[in-house]
């Protein structure tokens, strides 16, 4: 019987569904172990052969696992809000849910095509009514808390109006808006309901606010600022603009502190690590105050270096700062508003990327020095942005190289701030320089200089010290169809609450997926959805990071309609153990994650700090893209007329990228070349070899490229099991590499090899149950040790190498040993499922399947060495090796040595001299 992956896969992939083999249950005594992918956005393409490589990787660690007695959960959704669903529906009418549903089973089926263990019981979808309630619910639950900076962490938003009727704002520490009001409990009494509720919202973790966004007029809704590349959207290349709008936004600012410190806590890949410290950004300095005394206002600055406050000649505000309008004369107006103007078609990113251009406004006004009492001008420039600190910032030309070619460039004053080797020794703490010429701070150190300027800035009423973030808080709102809505209604101008009974709160029809025509998001085309037939509801949906920062939890418990999910099983699973994703994720799903994980645990619904333990990048698998060449005319245009790689040299040529999937060992079949398109019809082709050889270069893996290879494709051709090997093969799992689909006929005949193991030359079963020799055992336990070791370190592609050589050894030996090939194929099946489970079955284990087998057990006798295969030298010229017992002291050697009948060949017989032993390494005779 041959090996036949078609009939074998399928196979065990309906027992596996039929049998439900990979539900898991809390139910048992097992240790627990939670095995976690990045769900996928289920995209109309389907996965090619770079989009399982994680899954792969999991899928092998939760199969060992579950051999090493773990109870393993490892399930699998789909984030199935998103914008390219909602896209489509906009430009053919069909409701978003039906080509998402689509899209899900093409994913489904590409899935149980390779073989993975999920639990698929637990399956979830973000955009299902059952999982988006509870994504609601959490809004409200943050909606309803605020962060106490005395208990370091969030309260019920009720604690802190109770606080207000007995004792007003006295003694709260909050992290909150800036423009808090002070009041006592008799003032707060007098308050009316709207001003009370208008309170509170400045404190709730999810608020309203105007915030500066990402405005697409053309998808009518924000973008992140991911979403936005050179100025333009991501998806289309409409035109963005930054424009001020009433904005939900959740204060992750509030969690900064934490957020950092459990970065010392998880097992994470180093580098995202680094991106997340940096992206929160916290740094320690003051905040220093500039009078302006005609508009009776301040402008704040927060700046890491108030050393150098002396050398400040101007002050420079974002295009969007709240004061620029009033600060801005009647001479400077125009030129201001057209900057601004101007700066507004900017993204955010963008802005900060541009450090060589140099642009900005004056705005004609003038604020004092808050030490000095000098007037410095006050400026706006796109450098600056609002929500980053205060949305402005002193100006050092003498000690900031972007501030000085600002004043360089429009003729503002450089003051010098000291005698710059000393500035620079004084602001090194393991020097003795001190400050010249520098106003109070002359002669003292840097730490003795901001020392003594914050005090002098906090007895003037113009700075304190203070500990700044670079993170903003997120923007939880989309102007979208296609998400979550809100459970929010609107009473008086003020947000309330639905109660938690009338959630979920549903999507509602609608007649387009478009803004309505006064630009209401699509939520206002809704025929009368209202609340309470009378309150207009939250027309944004939330963003896409909505429902991906929670859905672990419901995996755990996903039929739960009374809690996201039940104490029993948070308890039991906790939190997931390893959680493998793409690092494209550091600043978005997985610091939002992180931030609403905290969020839960500090109101009493767990007690994990952080959710993911350990986590690993997946590397991606670049395409192999391949190129022919077409030949151009005397005028440079293309004839239909392609030379092949090694001939093009020849000719004037231009490459032409061609489909990967009709190349084979880079060889063009130019039948299928002339079939796939109309003006390749009569193509003709310069050969070599009587072939066309194709020109080859890795790129990423796109249609655009030619070079996306379907992972069914390979399946139906070399077996979900070759896919799986293949893939790991090919490199280590967290770094690039390049998808070469030469090399999978490898894979596949080793799989054949492993096959024939277990059958004789006629391919019929052949099994012994002989006692394995020592060099069986040998093999067998140096590849349980090795593949343990290999899983456990996560270096998947060396086992796929020791397989192979294992393999080839038993070959060798002729190994057809029970005791040998049932351990063999236990240690191979997470790798090779399907063929394990099928040779598991010829081996008489009619009961159950492979998939919970133990693990054998390494013993190491196994590996010692009895025997040692002796180079043998006559007079240091090696002759020969000989094999012997490593127990053998020196008579013995040598008695055995001289006895040999090849030795005293080699002799010649010529008298002994002497004979040198080293144990384990060599024998020199001396003649």
Same mark, same amino acid.
């Given at each position: 019987?041959?090996?036949?992956?078609?009939?074998?896969?399928?196979?065990?992939?309906?027992?596996?569904?039929?049998?439900?083999?990979?539900?898991?249950?809390?139910?048992?005594?097992? &240790?627990?172990?939670?095995?976690?992918?990045?769900?996928?956005?289920?995209?109309?393409?389907?996965?090619?052969?770079?989009?399982?490589?994680?899954?792969?990787?999991?899928?092998?660690?939760?199969?060992?696992?579950?051999?090493?007695?773990?109870?393993?959960?490892? $399930?699998?959704?789909?984030?199935?809000?998103?914008?390219?669903?909602?896209? %489509?529906?906009?430009?053919?009418?069909?409701?978003? #849910?039906?080509? +998402?549903?689509?899209?899900?089973?093409?994913?489904?089926?590409?899935?149980?095509?390779?073989?993975?263990?999920? =639990?698929? #019981?637990?399956?979830?979808?973000?955009?299902?009514?059952?999982?988006?309630?509870?994504?609601?619910?959490?809004?409200?639950?943050?909606?309803?808390?605020?962060?106490?900076?005395?208990?370091?962490?969030?309260?019920?938003?009720?604690?802190?109006?109770?606080?207000?009727?007995?004792?007003?704002?006295?003694?709260?520490?909050?992290?909150?808006?800036?423009?808090?009001?002070?009041?006592?409990?008799?003032?707060?009494?007098?308050?009316?309901?709207?001003?009370?509720?208008?309170?509170?919202?400045?404190?709730?973790?999810?608020?309203?606010?105007?915030?500066?966004?990402?405005?697409?007029?053309?998808?009518?809704?924000?973008?992140?600022? =991911?979403?936005?590349?050179?100025?333009?959207?991501?998806?289309?290349?409409? $035109?963005?603009?930054?424009?001020?709008?009433?904005?939900?936004?959740?204060?992750?600012?509030?969690?900064?502190?934490?957020?950092?410190?459990?970065?010392?806590?998880?097992?994470?890949?180093?580098?995202?690590?680094?991106?997340?410290?940096?992206?929160?950004?916290?740094?320690?300095? /003051?905040?220093?105050?500039?009078?302006?005394?005609?508009?009776?206002?301040?402008?704040?600055?927060?700046?890491?270096?108030?050393? +150098?406050?002396?050398?400040?000649?101007?002050?420079?505000?974002?295009?969007?700062?709240?004061?620029?309008?009033?600060?801005? +004369?009647?001479?400077?107006?125009?030129?201001?508003?057209?900057?601004?103007?101007?700066?507004?078609?900017?993204?955010?990113?963008?802005?900060?990327?541009?450090?060589?251009?140099?642009?900005?406004?004056?705005?004609?006004?003038?604020?004092?020095?808050?030490?000095?009492?000098?007037?410095?001008?006050?400026?706006?420039?796109?450098? @600056?942005?609002?929500? %980053?600190?205060?949305? /402005? @910032?002193?100006?050092?030309?003498?000690?900031?190289?972007?501030?000085?070619?600002?004043?360089?460039?429009?003729?503002?004053?450089?003051?010098?701030?000291?005698?710059?080797?000393?500035?620079?020794?004084?602001?090194? &703490?393991?020097?003795?320089?001190?400050?010249?010429?520098?106003?109070?701070?002359?002669?003292?150190?840097?730490?003795?200089?901001?020392?003594?300027?914050?005090?002098?800035?906090?007895?003037?009423?113009?700075?304190?010290?203070?500990?700044?973030?670079?993170?903003?808080?997120?923007?939880?709102?989309?102007?979208?169809?296609?998400?979550?809505?809100? &459970?929010?209604?609107?009473?008086?101008?003020?947000?309330?609450?639905?109660?938690?009974?009338?959630?979920?709160?549903?999507?509602?029809?609608?007649?387009?997926?478009?803004?309505?025509?006064?630009?209401?998001?699509?939520?206002?085309?809704?025929?009368?959805?209202?609340?309470?037939?009378?309150?207009?509801?939250?027309?944004?949906?939330?963003?896409?990071?909505?429902?991906?920062?929670?859905?672990?939890?419901?995996?755990?418990?996903?039929?739960?309609?009374?809690?996201?999910?039940?104490?029993?099983?948070?308890?039991?699973?906790?939190?997931?153990?390893?959680?493998?994703?793409?690092?494209?994720?550091?600043?978005?799903?997985?610091?939002?994650?992180?931030?609403?994980?905290?969020?839960?645990?500090?109101?009493? %619904?767990?007690?994990?700090?952080?959710?993911?333990?350990?986590?690993?990048?997946?590397?991606?698998?670049?395409?192999?893209?391949?190129?022919?060449?077409?030949?151009?005319?005397?005028?440079?245009?293309?004839?239909?007329?392609?030379?092949?790689?090694?001939?093009?040299?020849?000719?004037? +040529?231009?490459?032409?990228?061609?489909?990967?999937?009709?190349?084979?060992? =880079?060889?063009?079949?130019?039948?299928?070349?002339?079939?796939?398109?109309?003006?390749?019809?009569?193509?003709?082709?310069?050969?070599? =070899?009587?072939?066309?050889?194709?020109?080859?270069?890795?790129?990423?893996?796109?249609?655009?490229?030619?070079?996306?290879?379907?992972?069914?494709?390979?399946?139906?051709?070399?077996?979900?099991?070759?896919?799986?090997?293949?893939?790991?093969?090919?490199?280590?799992?967290?770094?690039?590499?390049?998808?070469?689909?030469?090399?999978?006929?490898?894979?596949?005949?080793?799989?054949?090899?492993?096959?024939?193991?277990?059958?004789?030359?006629?391919?019929?079963?052949?099994?012994?149950?002989?006692?394995?020799?020592?060099?069986?055992?040998?093999?067998?336990?140096?590849?349980?040790?090795?593949?343990?070791?290999?899983?456990?370190?996560?270096?998947?592609?060396?086992?796929?190498?020791?397989?192979?050589?294992?393999?080839?050894?038993?070959?060798?030996?002729?190994?057809?040993?029970?005791?040998?090939?049932?351990?063999?194929?236990?240690?191979?099946?997470? %790798?090779?499922?399907?063929? /394990?489970?099928?040779?598991?079955?010829?081996?008489?284990?009619?009961?159950?399947?492979?998939?919970?087998?133990?693990?054998?057990?390494?013993?190491?006798?196994?590996?010692?060495?009895?025997?040692?295969?002796?180079?043998?030298?006559?007079?240091?010229?090696?002759?020969?090796?000989?094999?012997?017992?490593?127990?053998?002291?020196?008579?013995? @050697?040598?008695?055995? @040595?001289?006895?040999?009948?090849?030795?005293?060949?080699?002799?010649?017989?010529?008298?002994?001299?002497?004979?040198?032993?080293?144990?384990?390494?060599?024998?020199?005779?001396?003649?």
């Amino acid at each position: 019987m041959e090996y036949n992956h078609k009939s074998i896969e399928k196979k065990w992939q309906a027992f596996w569904a039929d049998n439900a083999t990979f539900k898991t249950s809390e139910s048992t005594e097992k &240790p627990k172990y939670y095995v976690l992918d990045m769900f996928p956005y289920p995209s109309g393409a389907g996965l090619h052969v770079g989009h399982p490589l994680g899954y792969i990787a999991s899928d092998i660690f939760s199969r060992f696992k579950r051999a090493k007695g773990f109870n393993v959960l490892h $399930p699998m959704g789909y984030d199935s809000f998103g914008l390219p669903a909602e896209q %489509y529906a906009i430009q053919t009418g069909q409701h978003p #849910s039906i080509t +998402t549903e689509a899209n899900i089973n093409r994913y489904r089926e590409q899935m149980d095509n390779i073989g993975f263990s999920y =639990d698929w #019981s637990r399956e979830i979808r973000t955009s299902e009514p059952d999982y988006y309630k509870w994504t609601q619910w959490i809004f409200m639950q943050a909606f309803d808390a605020w962060y106490d900076k005395k208990e370091n962490r969030a309260v019920a938003i009720e604690q802190l109006a109770a606080h207000f009727e007995k004792a007003g704002s006295q003694g709260i520490e909050a992290e909150c808006d800036e423009d808090i009001l002070i009041f006592t409990a008799e003032e707060w009494k007098t308050f009316s309901v709207e001003e009370q509720q208008r309170e509170l919202l400045k404190y709730r973790l999810a608020y309203l606010k105007e915030s500066t966004v990402n405005w697409c007029a053309a998808l009518g809704t924000v973008l992140a600022n =991911d979403e936005v590349i050179n100025g333009v959207s991501e998806r289309g290349g409409f $035109p963005v603009e930054q424009k001020k709008m009433m904005q939900w936004s959740m204060r992750i600012t509030a969690y900064a502190d934490r957020l950092l410190q459990g970065l010392d806590t998880i097992d994470w890949p180093e580098p995202l690590i680094e991106m997340q410290r940096n992206w929160i950004g916290k740094s320690t300095g /003051a905040l220093v105050k500039f009078p302006i005394p005609q508009l009776d206002s301040v402008i704040e600055v927060f700046t890491t270096r108030v050393d +150098t406050i002396f050398g400040v000649s101007f002050v420079v505000l974002a295009p969007e700062h709240e004061l620029v309008s009033s600060l801005t +004369t009647d001479a400077c107006r125009d030129q201001v508003e057209s900057y601004i103007e101007k700066t507004a078609k900017k993204s955010e990113l963008d802005r900060m990327a541009d450090t060589k251009t140099v642009s900005g406004a004056f705005t004609g006004s003038y604020a004092k020095h808050p030490i000095t009492g000098e007037d410095v001008q006050i400026w706006i420039a796109d450098y @600056v942005l609002a929500g %980053y600190g205060t949305g /402005a @910032v002193m100006a050092v030309p003498s000690g900031d190289q972007r501030d000085y070619v600002f004043a360089k460039h429009f003729g503002l004053p450089i003051v010098a701030i000291s005698d710059t080797q000393e500035i620079e020794e004084a602001a090194d &703490p393991n020097k003795d320089g001190r400050y010249i010429n520098s106003g109070f701070i002359n002669g003292m150190t840097y730490n003795e200089a901001t020392e003594a300027l914050i005090a002098k800035l906090s007895e003037l009423g113009l700075g304190k010290a203070k500990v700044n973030f670079r993170m903003r808080d997120a923007i939880f709102g989309r102007q979208r169809y296609w998400g979550e809505p809100v &459970p929010v209604f609107f009473k008086d101008g003020l947000p309330y609450l639905i109660k938690e009974d009338e959630l979920p709160l549903l999507l509602p029809e609608v007649d387009k997926y478009l803004p309505t025509e006064s630009g209401e998001p699509p939520l206002g085309r809704a025929q009368g959805w209202k609340y309470q037939d009378k309150y207009e509801y939250e027309l944004s949906t939330m963003p896409g990071w909505a429902g991906s920062s929670w859905y672990w939890f419901r995996y755990m418990d996903p039929q739960n309609r009374e809690d996201f999910a039940s104490k029993k099983a948070i308890d039991y699973w906790k939190s997931v153990d390893l959680y493998i994703g793409g690092s494209e994720h550091a600043t978005g799903h997985l610091l939002y994650s992180r931030f609403w994980n905290k969020i839960l645990k500090d109101l009493g %619904y767990h007690n994990e700090e952080e959710p993911f333990k350990k986590l690993i990048n997946q590397g991606m698998i670049q395409g192999r893209s391949s190129f022919v060449y077409r030949i151009l005319d005397d005028e440079g245009k293309g004839t239909n007329t392609f030379v092949s790689l090694g001939l093009k040299g020849k000719y004037n +040529t231009i490459p032409l990228h061609v489909d990967v999937n009709i190349v084979h060992h =880079d060889v063009l079949n130019t039948d299928k070349f002339k079939a796939s398109r109309p003006d390749y019809q009569n193509a003709e082709f310069i050969l070599e =070899d009587g072939k066309y050889i194709c020109g080859t270069e890795v790129e990423k893996m796109s249609k655009s490229k030619f070079n996306v290879v379907n992972p069914d494709d390979i399946i139906a051709q070399f077996g979900a099991d070759t896919l799986r090997l293949y893939e790991m093969f090919l490199g280590p799992l967290e770094q690039a590499k390049p998808w070469n689909t030469n090399g999978i006929e490898g894979v596949y005949k080793f799989l054949r090899k492993v096959w024939r193991l277990f059958h004789d030359g006629d391919g019929n079963l052949s099994i012994s149950d002989e006692t394995p020799t020592k060099a069986e055992y040998k093999a067998l336990h140096r590849i349980i040790k090795k593949v343990e070791e290999d899983i456990e370190r996560f270096s998947f592609n060396t086992s796929v190498s020791a397989f192979m050589i294992c393999v080839n050894e038993l070959t060798d030996l002729k190994c057809n040993k029970r005791a040998i090939l049932q351990d063999l194929i236990i240690v191979l099946s997470s %790798y090779a499922p399907h063929i /394990a489970e099928e040779l598991w079955l010829l081996l008489g284990n009619s009961a159950g399947t492979i998939s919970f087998a133990d693990y054998p057990v390494f013993k190491p006798e196994y590996l010692v060495e009895s025997e040692f295969a002796y180079p043998v030298s006559i007079n240091g010229k090696m002759k020969m090796n000989l094999s012997l017992a490593l127990d053998l002291d020196q008579k013995a @050697v040598q008695d055995i @040595v001289l006895s040999n009948v090849d030795v005293q060949r080699f002799m010649d017989g010529k008298a002994l001299k002497k004979l040198i032993f080293v144990k384990g390494k060599i024998i020199n005779i001396v003649v």
